[in-house]
């Protein structure tokens, strides 16, 4: 139960971090009664570590990679998702672990202190931003793309199996947001047919397809992609998926991430 307003302001501060992976920021105290002065004390005397500008450690809760990552995302404002390689440990695929503290922010913003990682993309739409453990993320699907710019092929084929093995994202998903997500001035206008492989035919909804979609629907919807897990095997089928990935990364390396 969540202590009532009366309540002491560190016994509020102290709670809300254990909901926020063991991090409070400055706004957040503050809101709960605690000044400024009171908060400069408590990091002059250890029991508070400021990590990031306005953005805190509290005692008591140990401190973590989601931590970290969470505190990143405070500090960088509400816009802000965890993206990338940090997306991808979230999402637990496979060769990614929780390490890399990665950001995507609508905003061009430096890293406030050479670890944390962020990127600068005006190309969110909903259907990119999801929620885990309490941060925003960008989706399984949106996940994929953005790691055809960071990791090598082969983590983007393994994350790209394991993603349709679990079924939190689907072929016509990741095709679909790969051609509206492609970069500035070529939505839905990218040739997805790389090294004999072929995700489909060109999506014209505005709408996504939704992740683990039924196969059925899939086969009815995008005959062409499951045709091509059905004659090449679901590896094939990623394979060509993730040739896909890293044209796309190729082509616009530095312009939109």
Known sequence: MEPSLSAAPDRLCSHLARSQHGVVTRDQALQRGLSATAIRRRVTRGSWNEFLPGVYWVAGVPESWEGRLFGALKWAGGDAVASHR??????????????????????????????????????????DVTNLRGMALTSPARTLLDLGAVAKPRQVEAALYDALRRRITSLPRVKWTL???????????????????????????????????????????????????????????CRDARSSLSRHQACHRGRWL
């Open 179 to 237: 051609q509206v997500g492609g970069g500035p001035g070529r939505r839905g206008r990218r040739s997805q047919k790389v090294g004999g492989g072929d995700l489909g035919p060109q999506c014209t909804s505005t709408e996504p397809p939704p992740d683990g979609a039924d196969p059925a629907l899939e086969k009815a919807t995008y005959p062409h992609a499951m045709r091509g897990v059905q004659s090449r095997g679901p590896r094939q089928a």
């Open 86 to 127: 940090a997306a991808a440990a979230l999402w637990e695929f496979p060769g990614f672990g929780g390490e890399v503290v990665e950001i995507t922010s609508p905003h061009h913003l430096r890293s406030p202190d050479g670890e944390v990682i962020i990127h600068a993309s005006s190309t969110f739409a909903r259907h």
